[in-house]
C-alpha cells in the first residue's frame, strides 16, 4: 500500500497559544480548498464560524460550494491558533477519508511543533485517532472528549483538550460540538 505524505506545511502563526491538531487530511479529491479541514462535508469551520461570528457559513466562500481559505487564515492569525496534524505519513486501508482506516506511518514530531511556539498553552486534538496518536508520543492519559488533561513540556504547563471530531460521520449535531468546542474557547481566552 502507497504511503502518504502530509500534502500541508504547519500553519504556525508565531504568536500562537493554541495549537490544534487533527490526524490527517482527508484524500485531495475531498478537498474544497488547500488548507487544513477541507473537506466541505467536514463541520470545523462551521463550528468556529457559529462560535466566533454567529454565522456558521462566515468561512464559506459564497462563490462556490468550499470555504475561503483567505479569510481562515486571518481569523486564525489574529486569535493565535495553529494547525497541523499528528500523523505526516499514513497508509490508508480503505479508499475514503475514515481515520479508521488510517494507518499512521510517521507521527508528527509534536514536540517539534511546540517548540516553535513558545506561547503556546494548549492542543486540541479532534478525533479519536489524533488523541491516541498525541497521547502515545507524550504518554497521556486520553481525556474524556471535551474535557482536558494537564501536562508539562519544557517546564511549560500545557493542557491537552480532545474535542468531538468535527466530521459529519461522528454522531453529535452542530449545536452539540459547538457547545463543547466553546468552552474550550472560553477557557483559553480566545472567545
Known sequence: MEIEQHPLVPFLPAHA???????????????????????????????????????????????????????????LQEKGIALYDTASAVRRLQDNASDKFLEVVTPTDVASLLRRLPLCRAIVTT?????????????LEKPKVGDFVGFAFDGRPLRLYRMPSSSRAYPLSLDKKAAAYRVMYRELGLL
Not at 479519536?128 to 507524550?138: I, V, Y
Open 127 to 139: 478525533g479519536e485517532k489524533a488523541t491516541e496518536t498525541l497521547c502515545t508520543q507524550f504518554s
Open 17 to 75: 497559544r493554541l495549537l490544534m491538531l487533527g490526524s490527517f487530511p482527508p484524500q485531495r479529491k475531498r478537498w474544497s480548498m488547500d488548507f487544513y479541514y477541507p473537506n466541505w462535508n467536514n463541520d470545523m469551520w462551521r463550528i468556529v464560524g457559529l462560535l466566533f461570528f454567529a454565522d456558521k457559513d462566515y468561512f464559506v466562500d459564497a462563490g462556490r460550494k468550499a470555504f475561503c481559505k483567505e479569510r481562515l487564515e486571518a481569523f
